[in-house]
């Protein structure tokens, strides 16, 4: 990785932490502030913001267009299936299926689109996950939190637990279809689609689902077909509520904005480093937000995470200067129109790292073309060779001929 990647990446990543972070806090404000004695309690209203950068955009092919509403309708089904969850769930056990996105990610990948990833890339998100998992696992936690905890467990059903991991196992897989299928549009549609313009199209999708799905209970509240628990009527509470509490829409604008230019760094990522990059960045970012508190605050940590600290720094270390082997990098720049044609046409077949691959494949043929002569060429080598020998006998019958004269 060349060192202006290096510069990038630690952009974005500096990028998506402070935005993210700020957004936690956003979120914890809007949550649990109280605005004359209530809180604020609908989410659903707090639809996905576009980004200002990918409002200038033009309107891509139909066959992306399909593929940014299947992505649009994925994003909005998984996270009711990860709030659901968190109902028949305990702590410990939302802590590692946050921690272990990185495997539907590549679990995926190669259930989809038979993309197959090289060794290391394995080990780096084994590495990743069980660093994170056991570094926010032993996280001291208060006595009050632990009780509470084990309340809960005590008050659930077998049958209940069962039902939140599936619910948990559901919005894991849905994050990995969404993840996956982002990096093969860029794959495919690569040089003409930017993060900005699939940041727009998807959070213009997820908009009007969300909105349609408030139209319809609104309406459904209305003729009292919902009656009026749950989402029912919840668009209409939600204005009349930031409408009796100015402070509440202000700090929604906040939790809004911060998510909106996070979504900038995250889809800019997507295009330039992939999934497994953006979902390492954002795997990690808990851990390190815990190591600045520790930093800042001088907070203690027991010394198994700190093990945990070195396992997931050695996944990203080996992510960051892993060097491939010298044949898949011994790659000639293009020269020719064909070779730049063949470069740019994506992996349709196999579906794996594509970069090296293809590189190593034309390098291979420019040398087979540089050695074999053409046609033409072999013709005219034989003639050379076929009259040189000609003038060479004519040369020894001459000598012959003058040596008997004498």
């Known amino acids: 990785m060349a060192m202006h990647r290096y510069v990038e990446l630690a952009i974005v990543v500096a990028g998506i ?17 109280d605005y004359a004695g209530k809180r604020f309690r609908y989410f659903m209203c707090v639809f996905p913001q576009p980004g200002v950068r990918a409002l200038a955009v033009s309107l891509p092919d139909r066959g992306l267009l399909g593929k940014f509403a ?76 632990r ?75 209305a003729t009292g ?12 509470a939600a204005v009349a509520f930031c ?26 990522a997507l295009e330039r480093f992939g999934a497994v990059t953006v979902v390492t960045v954002t795997v990690t970012r808990k851990m390190f937000s815990i190591l600045l508190s520790v930093f800042l605050y001088d907070h203690r940590l027991v010394p198994a995470q700190w093990l945990a600290v ?6 990203i270390a080996l992510e960051a200067f892993w ?13 020719s129109a064909k070779t730049k044609v063949a470069d740019a046409k994506p992996d349709t077949a196999s579906g794996t790292d594509h970069d090296a691959s293809d590189d190593m494949i034309l390098d291979r043929r420019r040398t087979a073309n540089s050695t074999v002569s053409k046609p033409g060429e072999l013709g005219s080598q034989e003639e050379s060779r076929s009259k040189a020998g000609h003038q060479a006998r004519h040369r020894r019958r001459k000598a012959g001929k003058s040596g008997r004269e004498d």
Not at 183 to 203: E, Q, S, V, W
Not at 310 to 315: D, E, K, N, Q
Request: hydrophobic residues 50%; glycine residues 8%.
């Open 70 to 145: 299947q992505l649009s309708v994925i994003s909005v089904m998984a996270s009711p299936f990860g709030y659901a969850s968190l109902k028949f769930i305990d702590y410990p056990t939302m802590i590692l299926g946050k921690s272990c996105k990185l495997v539907p990610v590549l679990l995926m990948n190669a259930v989809l689109y038979g993309r197959r990833f090289p060794l290391h890339r394995y080990a780096i998100a084994a590495l990743v996950t069980a660093g994170v998992s056991a570094f926010m696992l032993l996280h001291p936690r208060s006595d009050d939190a």
């Open 225 to 236: 077909a919902l009656g009026t628990g749950g989402t029912a009527g919840e668009l209409r």
């Open 323 to 335: 060097k491939p082997s010298s044949a898949s990098t011994a790659a000639a720049p293009a020269t």
């Open 147 to 221: 009780a509470r905890d084990d309340r809960k467990r005590a008050e659930r059903t077998v049958l209940q637990s069962l039902w939140g991991l599936a619910l948990l196992a559901v919005n894991l897989l849905l994050d990995g279809i969404t993840n996956s299928t982002q990096d093969r549009i860029f794959h495919t549609a690569r040089g003409t689609l930017k993060g900005p313009h699939m940041m727009l199209y998807m959070n213009v999708g997820a908009t009007i689902l969300t909105l349609s799905y408030m139209f319809a209970t609104e309406a459904a509240s």
């Open 17 to 33: 932490y402070a935005l993210f972070l700020s957004w936690g806090v956003a979120q914890e404000r809007v949550t649990t502030s």
């Open 310 to 315: 070195a396992a997931v720094f050695a996944g």
């Open 243 to 268: 409408a009796a509490h100015p402070r509440a829409l202000a700090d929604l604008l906040a939790f809004a904005a911060c998510g909106a230019l996070g979504q900038c760094f995250i889809f800019h």
